[in-house]
Each structure stands twice: as structure tokens, then as C-alpha cells.
């Protein structure tokens, strides 16, 4: 067993916190829904770029190549300014959703390279331009140009000709729970001697300001040059110490709104968020506090970096304050994590692979472990608006997710990405889980358990989407990715956790019954739902009323049951293997299943033709329903070129020949389950009594589906 197998263990066991620290701050928190208080929900525009150095967040923080604490209660990134830029590089920039051409997009180039599931390692790497960072033209050549014309990108520019940036290398490792090692290494690759100020900066979020109860945290120096010290003082999760190596200047300011450049009204307190941004690149010398003291504090670091140089600082966050050689073991404690990490992943990632090829699996789960984020949002606290702070638009009473004051989210959350994503969506995280329960079975596990507790789940059983419309339909593909983790901890470990797949399979028969309940509105096993899978790419958006009224019945949603069920269905058989309880929680998704696929039929009960048929591929440029008079009742079948047709032809050759081998010891144990065994022969033979009606499944099997097109038909 190696050594970040055994911290794995210990965190499980709560013996050790090894993950208490991470990755978990976000790269772009302004701009989100939660940090949105206008009357209609334009997030965009209310907290945009420009306001993000000098505007407290309500709800998050970001930072650049930063860590946290797993409350995000203290916050530690980088800022660079390379004396050029107006303003410093504290976050990375992109443009919002109205300024990119293709929408929203992150405008840097920044590499995560690796960390271990307990992030004991861990390693990135920015690429800063020494020329003066051109803001304002990515912002209006993406601007001036349509949505077929490719993105305007920062290497258009210029900005990189003659390798003229700094290469930004922050590396994290763990001496122990409380104890980060950080070292930042800056290259030249220019063919000049250039300047850069390099500031490592450590705040408290800011709670404060919006009446939570309890003391002020508060920041402030408590050793001279050289390795000046700074101390936090807060009650919870206790005090630390940010040791720098050598001779920075400590600056100090306050994590709080400056009013006077925002709104022109004063500041209740002289020192603000950009204090330290107006200090260094303003000249403003009042704009810090000269006591030494604040809630956001910075290493001032000033290098002349020759070409092909390296500059390199070291620091260490603890939660003692050292004392004699701060720094003796620093360089050994880091080496041998990162041998660690190298131990870790050589059981990991398979041997026979190429060195491209292992290198690049091993900086796709560095990927995946450095997208965790702390997320908060609660619903009921957003619409009410803070005590201290103006009521918010009442509008808001019924516009965005206002149905769901249940929700209380403050946990940490694989991300899909934290700068262009910075917020969860519930159908994307079950895709992740699969890839991380690789490396980390339990954190993927509790990733698919959090999204079904009631804090998350609607009262109702819809699990929620995510932050933009939380009502909005996702494809139910949490049962399969439980399954799938589920089988993947059971081949690692030798023994399956039950106790995992039950939680999730009593939870999953909520929201299974309201798909059945809420988005079958004939009771005739047809689907509806919002994108299902498409995103924003749809021929129509399907998540928005129709403009005659009624509503759109989905092959594809119907696919995506009928997977559904399968998965629900091998659930309920493994757990029966050892609990007969399960026995009659099997009939319902067989039951599904069976109307599902007699749903897709050519010939229906209800008399229409079915929804899905076989046919050459040829995209209508418009829906072939014209604009009429509507009646209650009314039918227009819609030909809309899809691959769920072939999606479904695989659920059902399935189902005709279930189980294949992945679901386990069936039929071997179906002698045991008189019950189920009697209800599955009576819904086979249902189906086959139907066969003249059913299209030849055969014809149409997956290889067969990428030669021919499948064309939903919706109503």
C-alpha cells in the first residue's frame, strides 16, 4: 500500500483531515447567479470583470492557482503584476456571456499538472505575458465577430511572440494535515532581463459584512525581516501562521467592498479590497494600513528576472508558529511528496502504456482533483437578502429558483470547470465521479450521495440541475453512474459497499417516481424535459414553454428511461442478493423498462405512429409543424435527426437479452426470487406477443446506427 493510499484511509476514517486543504477555491466567482441581486437575473451584467478586484463576495471567493480550507474560511492565491498591466493579475480573465462570441470563455493559459486525491501534492502552472495584458481588445474583437467565425484567442494577439512571458510554477505539498509547503518557481523564457512583482496573498472570505454572528477575524504581522511571519487570529478553524522566506514587504488592507469606485459613495473603512492593487500599481502608499493589520494581507516580492532564469519563493501556512529553521526540511519534505505521488499513480495508471500516453491520464485526474470547489449557496438566505445590506428587488420573489428555498449547499463539489463553470450541474458531476472513483472511490461516492440528500434533492425527488435554473431537466444518469462507481470500488477493494449503493437506491426511487410522475403527462411512457443531453445546440430550446402552449413528448427522454431503469434495476438485484427486502423493488424498473421499449413501437395503443423510426439522414430547416389554430388533443409529429434512436436500440437489445455480464450473478440467483422471477417472464412475454408490431431491432444496432440516422418524433 503506498503512502497517499494509507492518508486515503486515514481521511476516510476521519483519523487525519489530509483534505481539509485543496484546490477548493474557484476561479471566477463573479458574474455567477449567487452573487446576483438584480430584478431579473442578469448576473452578467450586475457583478461584472471590472467589479471583481474591488467587490466583496457574498457567497465565494476566487483566486489565481489558489487553495482554501474546506469552509473556504481562509483563502491563499497568487498575485503577479509584470509593471504593465493596469491593473494586477489576481484572478484570470475571460469574457462574459454577452461579450464572447461562443459565449462565455477564459482568456489565459494555465495548466493543472498534478495533485493526489488528498492533495498532500499538487502542481500548476500560469503563463503570464510580459507585455501589458490587452483587456480591452479581447473584449471587442469577440465582440465585432458572428457566431461562425472562430474566437479571438490571447495567442492572436501577439502577446507571446519571442517567448516573451513568465512561466508561473506554484507547487503545494503537505508536510502534514495543517502544515502546506508552497513554493513558487518563475521563469524567464524571454531573451531579455524582465521585471515582475510577484504577491502571495492570504484573506478571510468575508462573512462579516453580511451579519454572521461571531467575532472579526483579523490578520496582522508578528515577525520582522528576514522570514517575516503573518498571523490569523479566528475562532473557528483556529489561529495560523503564513511564514515568507526572505525580505517580502507585508502589506495590509480589508476584504471589503470599495464603495467610493464603485457606487461614489464613502468608505466606511479607509483601506478595501483593491488596497493592495492601488498601492502597487497606483502608487497609493494610504491604500494599505500601516499598522500591520487587516483581513487580506500580501508578500510583497520584486524580481529582475534575466533570460531563462528562475526565481523562487517558498512559504508555509501552519497552524503553529515556528520557530529556528522554518525552511531546512522544506525541500526534502517535496521531494519525497511528489516521489509519493509518482508511487501513487504507478498503481494507478496502466504500465503498458506509452509515457505520453500515462502522463497524459495522470494530468487528466490532476484535472479533474484541482476542478473541486467549495460551493455555497442557500436559496432561502439569497432571496431574503443580508440584514445589513438593502432588501433585494421583489421581483426575485418569483423569478429565479425561487421553488427551491430548500436548498442549502456548503460542501465541496467537483466542478466542470471552475472558471467557465464555477458551479455544479448535477448530471455533469455523475460523469466525473466515474473517472475519480479511479483514484478516490469515497469522494466519488459521497459526490453522488450529496446531490441526493435533503438539503440538495427538491422536497418533490427532482435532484437539482444547476445554479441558472435548478428546475431545468438533466438526463438521469445518476443511477448508472453509482452502478458504474459502485463496480469499480468493488474491483479495486475485492468487496462492493452496499451500504453506499443502498443509500443512493432509496433516494434514486424518489426521483425515479417523479420522472414517472412529472414528466410522463399522458401516462403513456414518453418523456419530456429540458435539453436532455444537448445543451444549448438544440434545433429549438426544449427547456422553454412552447409558444402554442402543450408540451413536447421526447424520444430522447424516453431513451434516457429506459436507461434509467436498467440501472435501477441492476441495483435493486445486487442488493437483493443479500436483502430480500429488495425483492419487490426490482418489479417497478422492469415494469418501466418493458412499457418503455413497447412505447417505441411503430404502432402504439394509442393509435400514433411510434417515436422513432429508421431513415437516411437530412436536417429540415425548419419544424414541419406550420403555425395553426390549436385544439386540446392536438398532435404534430416533429422529425428531428437525433443519435437517440440508437441510444434506445441499445437499451433495448438490453433488455431482450438481460443482463449482460456487468450486472452480475443474474440469472443465476433468479431461482431465489420466485416474485420477480414470475413478474419478468410475464412482461417478456407481453413483449413478445407484440412482435409483429415492433420494428426489426436487429437492423439497428449501434455499428448499424453510425451508418444510418435515427429522427425522433416529438409532439
Same mark, same amino acid.
Given at each position: 500500500m503506498t503512502t497517499e493510499e494509507i492518508r486515503l484511509l486515514e481521511s476516510a476514517s476521519r483519523k487525519k483531515h489530509w483534505k481539509r486543504w485543496g484546490p477548493y477555491l474557484s476561479e471566477r466567482a463573479w458574474g455567477t447567479v449567487r452573487e446576483d441581486y438584480s430584478p431579473y437575473g442578469t448576473a452578467w451584467d450586475f457583478f461584472p470583470h471590472d467589479h471583481a478586484r474591488s467587490r466583496a463576495y457574498r457567497w465565494n471567493e476566487d483566486g489565481l492557482a489558489g487553495i482554501s480550507d474546506r469552509r473556504q474560511i481562509i483563502c491563499f492565491a497568487l498575485a503577479l503584476w509584470n509593471e504593465r498591466d493596469p491593473i494586477l493579475k489576481e484572478r484570470l480573465f475571460g469574457l462574459n456571456g454577452e461579450e464572447g462570441n461562443h459565449g462565455e470563455d477564459v482568456k489565459e493559459y494555465y495548466f493543472y499538472l498534478d495533485s493526489t486525491p488528498t492533495h498532500s501534492y499538487m502542481k500548476f502552472l500560469y503563463k503570464y505575458p510580459q507585455a501589458e495584458f490587452p483587456y480591452a481588445r479581447l473584449v471587442q474583437e469577440n465582440r465585432n465577430r458572428g457566431r461562425s467565425q472562430p474566437e479571438f484567442e490571447l495567442l492572436d494577439t501577439g502577446i507571446f511572440e519571442q517567448d516573451r512571458y513568465f512561466d508561473v510554477m506554484v507547487e503545494y505539498a503537505k508536510a502534514d494535515v495543517e502544515d502546506i509547503l508552497i513554493r513558487i518557481s518563475i521563469v524567464n523564457r524571454g531573451p531579455d532581463p524582465a521585471s515582475l512583482r510577484l504577491l502571495p496573498t492570504i484573506?478571510?472570505?468575508?462573512?462579516?459584512?453580511?451579519?454572521?454572528?461571531?467575532?472579526?477575524?483579523?490578520?496582522?504581522?508578528?515577525?520582522?525581516?528576514?522570514?517575516?511571519?503573518?498571523?490569523?487570529?479566528?475562532?473557528?478553524?483556529?489561529?495560523?501562521?503564513?511564514?515568507?522566506?526572505?525580505?517580502?514587504?507585508?502589506?495590509?488592507?480589508?476584504?471589503?467592498? $470599495?464603495? %467610493?469606485?464603485?457606487?461614489?459613495?464613502? =468608505?466606511?473603512?479607509? &483601506?478595501?479590497?483593491?488596497?493592495?492593487?492601488?498601492?502597487? !500599481?497606483?502608487?497609493?502608499?494610504?491604500?494599505?494600513?500601516?499598522?500591520?493589520?487587516?483581513?487580506?494581507?500580501?508578500?510583497?516580492?520584486?524580481?529582475?528576472?534575466?533570460?531563462?532564469?528562475?526565481?523562487?519563493?517558498?512559504?508555509?501556512?501552519?497552524?503553529?508558529?515556528?520557530?529556528?529553521?522554518?525552511?531546512?526540511?522544506?525541500?526534502?519534505?517535496?521531494?519525497?511528496?511528489?516521489?509519493?505521488?509518482?508511487?501513487?499513480?504507478?498503481?494507478?495508471?496502466?504500465?503498458?502504456?506509452?509515457?505520453?500516453?500515462?502522463?497524459?491520464?495522470?494530468?487528466?485526474?490532476?484535472?479533474?482533483?484541482?476542478?473541486?470547489?467549495?460551493?455555497?449557496?442557500?436559496?432561502?438566505?439569497?432571496?431574503?437578502?443580508?440584514?445589513? $445590506?438593502? %432588501?433585494?428587488?421583489?421581483?426575485?420573489? =418569483?423569478?429565479?429558483? &425561487?421553488?427551491?428555498?430548500?436548498?442549502?449547499?456548503?460542501? !465541496?463539489?467537483?466542478?466542470?470547470?471552475?472558471?467557465?463553470?464555477?458551479?455544479?450541474?448535477?448530471?455533469?458531476?455523475?460523469?466525473?465521479?466515474?473517472?475519480?472513483a479511479l483514484v478516490d472511490p469515497d469522494f466519488a461516492k459521497e459526490q453522488l450521495v450529496l446531490m441526493l440528500r435533503e438539503w440538495y434533492m427538491h422536497p418533490n425527488g427532482q435532484i437539482p440541475a444547476y445554479e441558472w435554473k435548478f428546475s431545468d431537466v438533466n438526463p438521469p444518469v445518476h443511477a448508472w453512474a453509482a452502478w458504474r462507481v459502485y463496480k469499480i470500488d468493488k474491483k479495486r477493494k475485492g468487496k462492493g459497499d452496499r451500504t453506499f449503493l443502498e443509500r443512493v437506491f432509496l433516494k434514486l426511487m424518489l426521483n425515479f417516481t417523479w420522472w414517472v410522475n412529472r414528466k410522463d403527462a399522458d401516462g403513456m411512457n414518453i418523456f419530456q424535459g429540458g435539453f436532455l443531453g444537448l445543451d444549448n445546440i438544440g434545433v429549438f430550446d426544449?427547456?422553454?414553454?412552447?409558444?402554442?402552449?402543450?408540451?413536447?413528448?421526447?424520444?430522447?427522454?424516453?431513451?434516457?428511461?429506459?436507461?434509467?431503469?436498467?440501472?435501477?434495476?441492476?441495483?435493486?438485484?445486487?442488493?437483493?442478493?443479500?436483502?430480500?427486502?429488495?425483492?419487490?423493488?426490482?418489479?417497478?424498473?422492469?415494469?418501466?423498462?418493458?412499457?418503455?421499449?413497447?412505447?417505441?413501437?411503430?404502432?402504439?395503443?394509442?393509435?400514433?405512429?411510434?417515436?422513432?423510426?429508421?431513415?437516411?439522414?437530412?436536417?429540415?430547416?425548419?419544424?414541419?409543424?406550420?403555425?395553426?389554430?390549436?385544439?386540446?388533443?392536438?398532435?404534430?409529429?416533429?422529425?428531428?435527426?437525433?443519435?437517440?434512436?440508437?441510444?434506445?436500440n441499445s437499451c433495448w437489445t438490453r433488455m431482450s437479452s438481460f443482463p449482460p455480464t456487468e450486472y452480475g450473478r443474474f440469472p443465476a440467483t433468479i431461482t431465489?426470487?420466485?416474485?420477480?422471477?414470475?413478474?419478468?417472464?410475464?412482461?417478456?412475454?407481453?413483449?413478445?406477443?407484440?412482435?409483429?408490431?415492433?420494428?426489426?431491432?436487429?437492423?439497428?444496432t449501434p455499428t448499424g446506427a453510425a451508418r444510418s440516422g435515427f429522427r425522433s418524433t416529438t409532439c
Open positions: 484573506w478571510f472570505r468575508n462573512t462579516w459584512s453580511w451579519g454572521a454572528p461571531g467575532r472579526r477575524p483579523n490578520l496582522h504581522q508578528v515577525g520582522a525581516a528576514p522570514d517575516p511571519v503573518i498571523e490569523l487570529n479566528i475562532d473557528q478553524p483556529g489561529n495560523r501562521w503564513l511564514h515568507c522566506e526572505g525580505s517580502p514587504e507585508l502589506l495590509f488592507t480589508e476584504n471589503v467592498t $470599495n464603495y %467610493a469606485r464603485l457606487f461614489g459613495v464613502g =468608505n466606511p473603512t479607509p &483601506h478595501v479590497k483593491d488596497g493592495i492593487n492601488d498601492f502597487i !500599481v497606483n502608487g497609493m502608499r494610504e491604500a494599505v494600513n500601516p499598522e500591520h493589520s487587516g483581513t487580506k494581507a500580501a508578500a510583497h516580492y520584486k524580481f529582475t528576472i534575466a533570460a531563462d532564469e528562475t526565481a523562487v519563493v517558498r512559504l508555509r501556512l501552519t497552524d503553529t508558529l515556528l520557530s529556528g529553521s522554518t525552511f531546512g526540511d522544506f525541500d526534502q519534505i517535496s521531494e519525497l511528496r511528489q516521489h509519493e505521488a509518482d508511487d501513487f499513480y504507478a498503481k494507478i495508471i496502466p504500465q503498458h502504456l506509452s509515457l505520453d500516453a500515462r502522463n497524459v491520464m495522470r494530468q487528466s485526474f490532476a484535472g479533474m482533483l484541482w476542478s473541486k470547489q467549495f460551493y455555497y449557496y442557500v436559496v432561502k438566505e439569497w432571496l431574503d437578502g443580508d440584514p445589513k $445590506n438593502p %432588501a433585494p428587488p421583489s421581483e426575485r420573489r =418569483n423569478g429565479r429558483n &425561487h421553488e427551491w428555498t430548500h436548498l442549502y449547499n456548503s460542501d !465541496v463539489i467537483s466542478m466542470p470547470d471552475k472558471w467557465e463553470y464555477p458551479w455544479y450541474a448535477a448530471w455533469d458531476l455523475a460523469f466525473h465521479c466515474i473517472p475519480l426544449r427547456s422553454s414553454p412552447l409558444p402554442t402552449g402543450g408540451y413536447i413528448e421526447q424520444s430522447d427522454g424516453t431513451s434516457w428511461m429506459a436507461m434509467y431503469t436498467l440501472n435501477m434495476l441492476a441495483i435493486a438485484l445486487e442488493l437483493a442478493v443479500e436483502e430480500p427486502s429488495y425483492e419487490e423493488s426490482r418489479c417497478s424498473p422492469w415494469k418501466h423498462s418493458s412499457l418503455d421499449f413497447w412505447t417505441v413501437s411503430p404502432i402504439s395503443s394509442a393509435g400514433w405512429s411510434g417515436s422513432w423510426t429508421i431513415v437516411p439522414i437530412s436536417l429540415p430547416t425548419s419544424l414541419p409543424c406550420a403555425p395553426r389554430e390549436w385544439a386540446i388533443g392536438d398532435c404534430c409529429p416533429s422529425s428531428i435527426p437525433t443519435n437517440c434512436g440508437a441510444f434506445l431465489t426470487i420466485p416474485t420477480f422471477s414470475r413478474w419478468m417472464d410475464w412482461s417478456t412475454g407481453w413483449i413478445t406477443s407484440r412482435q409483429n408490431h415492433e420494428p426489426d431491432y436487429s437492423a439497428a
